[in-house]
């Protein structure tokens, strides 16, 4: 998306507090007073606001309203959660690096970010994705061997944004 609001309009049209995360606008708008929080939540549970007729992640703008620059890469929510854009809670991201942070997937059933149960075998796999390409990091008897293999290589190859979790 080209970014066409210019840092002083932004600032004219919305105050935002990086302690909270919060804009709020600046002048009265139909439906909405002066010092209302800006924006909503779009299915996906960032914060969207419309300005001058154009969509704006507020994620974005923070950075921009910040730093007076478009981030030049994604902007990573490091806590995971979408819609708290607390300026400590933002940094910017390449893809893979923003990818590494992702939640453990709802689906898993190891309790274990990276680690699945080999029935065929009778043993813990751990496997961690880089750059698009799985990774094998072997094969254990003990859960928690698995856990570290994936822990460690997470380390190695996400450093700070990495996110290994678990659940047991």
Avoid at 35 to 48: D, E
Avoid at 59 to 76: K, N
Avoid at 121 to 149: C, F, M, P, Q, T
Avoid at 151 to 156: D, H, L, P, R, V
Wanted: with cysteine; glycine share 8%; hydrophobic share 30%.
């Amino acid at each position: 998306m080209t970014q066409t609001i210019t840092q002083e309009r932004l600032r004219e049209l919305l105050t935002y507090n990086p302690e909270t995360g919060i804009f709020t606008w600046n002048k009265p708008r139909p439906r909405c007073s002066t010092g209302l929080p800006a924006g909503g939540i779009t299915p996906f549970g960032y914060i969207r606001i419309n300005l001058e007729r154009k969509p704006y992640q507020a994620h974005r703008l923070a950075w921009f309203y910040t730093h007076g620059r478009w981030p030049t890469c994604e902007i990573d929510h490091i806590n995971g959660d979408r819609a708290d854009n607390r300026l400590i809670n933002l940094r910017e991201a390449t893809p893979s690096q923003n990818q590494a942070n992702k939640a453990m997937r709802s689906d898993n059933t190891s309790g274990v970010k990276g680690v699945t149960w080999d029935k065929s075998r009778g043993k813990w796999v751990a496997a961690i994705h880089v750059n698009r390409k799985r990774i094998s990091l072997g094969r254990y008897k003990d859960i928690e061997e698995a856990a570290a293999a994936y822990e460690a290589a997470s380390s190695i190859h996400f450093g700070p944004y990495g996110r290994p979790e678990r659940t047991i």
